[in-house]
C-alpha cells in the first residue's frame, strides 16, 4: 500500500484566484497521477506528474490552466489558476504501486470556486 | 485510446443477495489491466479487485469476483452476499500500456436491509 498525503483538504476560494495543491507519498515513486472528480462524476485524469521532466497533459487540459512541479521522487504540487466556478471538484493525487499496480489515493482535495 | 463504459448508473440489491456491477471496455492495447474501485460517501477511493488481460482465471478477493470476459470485452463486478456497508459508488478503470488509468462513469449501489 501507499499512505498519501494530500493539503489542502478543501477550501473555499475566490473567482480570479489560483490554489496549489499539495501531495505526498510515503516512499519514492516513479509516476504520480492528478485526477480531478467533479460533483457528481468520474475521474478524470488531468496529467501524469514525472520526476525530472515536464507533466504529460491529458486531451483538455493544459499546464497554464493547471502548471504541476515534480521537485522530488515523493512530492507534487498541481496549481489551479485563475479559478473559476467551474473548477469546483475534488483534486485527487495517486500513485501506482501494489502486486498489481492498482492506484492508490489521496484524501483528495475538495475545492469550491465562489 | 481507452474507453470504460458502465451503462448501470444506479443499483439496488437487497442485503445478503448477490449483484452484478456491469464494465465494458475498448481498447487497442495488448497488455492492460482492469480494476474496481469503491468510493463511500466520505470521498475516499478504495481499491477492490484486479484482473490482467493475460490472466486466464477470473480473479477473487473475498466477496468480490470478477467477471473477466476478453472476447466481448467486459469486466463484471460480482459482490456476494450484500452489506449495508457495501452502499457506495463503484467504478471500473483500466490500465494501458501508457500506465495511465481511464475510469468509467461508476454505478451507485444501495444495499437494502
Known amino acids: 500500500s501507499a499512505v498519501i498525503s494530500q493539503k489542502p483538504s478543501r477550501d473555499i476560494c475566490q473567482r480570479g484566484t489560483s490554489l496549489t495543491i499539495q501531495c505526498q507519498v510515503d516512499?519514492?515513486?516513479?509516476?504520480m497521477f492528478w485526477y480531478r472528480q467533479q460533483p457528481g462524476q468520474s475521474l478524470t485524469l488531468i496529467a501524469t506528474?514525472?520526476?525530472?521532466?515536464?507533466?504529460?497533459?491529458e486531451s483538455g487540459f493544459v499546464i497554464d490552466k493547471f502548471p504541476i512541479s515534480r521537485p522530488n521522487l515523493t512530492f507534487s504540487t498541481l496549481t489551479v489558476s485563475n479559478m473559476s466556478p467551474e473548477d469546483s471538484s475534488i483534486y485527487l493525487c495517486?500513485?501506482?504501486?501494489?502486486?498489481?499496480?492498482?492506484?492508490?489515493f489521496g484524501e483528495g482535495s475538495r475545492l469550491t470556486v465562489l | 485510446a481507452q474507453k470504460i463504459t458502465q451503462t448501470q448508473p444506479g443499483m439496488f440489491v437487497q442485503e445478503k443477495e448477490a449483484v452484478t456491477l456491469d464494465c465494458t471496455y475498448d481498447?487497442?492495447?495488448?497488455?492492460?489491466?482492469l480494476f474496481w474501485y469503491k468510493q463511500p460517501s466520505s470521498g475516499e477511493m478504495i481499491f477492490l479487485i484486479y484482473?490482467?488481460?493475460?490472466?486466464?482465471q477470473n480473479a477473487t478477493e473475498g466477496r468480490y469476483s470478477l467477471n473477466f470476459q476478453k472476447a466481448r470485452k467486459s469486466a463484471n463486478l460480482v459482490i456476494s452476499a450484500s452489506q449495508l456497508g457495501d452502499s457506495a459508488m463503484y467504478f471500473c478503470?483500466?490500465?494501458?500500456?501508457?500506465?495511465?488509468?481511464?475510469f468509467g462513469d461508476g454505478t451507485t449501489l444501495t444495499v437494502k436491509p
Open positions: 495517486s500513485v501506482a504501486r501494489g502486486t498489481d499496480g492498482e492506484l492508490f
Open positions: 516512499s519514492q515513486v516513479t509516476m
Open positions: 506528474a514525472n520526476q525530472g521532466s515536464e507533466a504529460t497533459y
Open positions: 481498447t487497442s492495447d495488448q497488455s492492460y489491466g
Open positions: 484482473q490482467g488481460s493475460y490472466d486466464e
Open positions: 478503470a483500466m490500465r494501458g500500456d501508457a500506465g495511465k488509468s481511464t
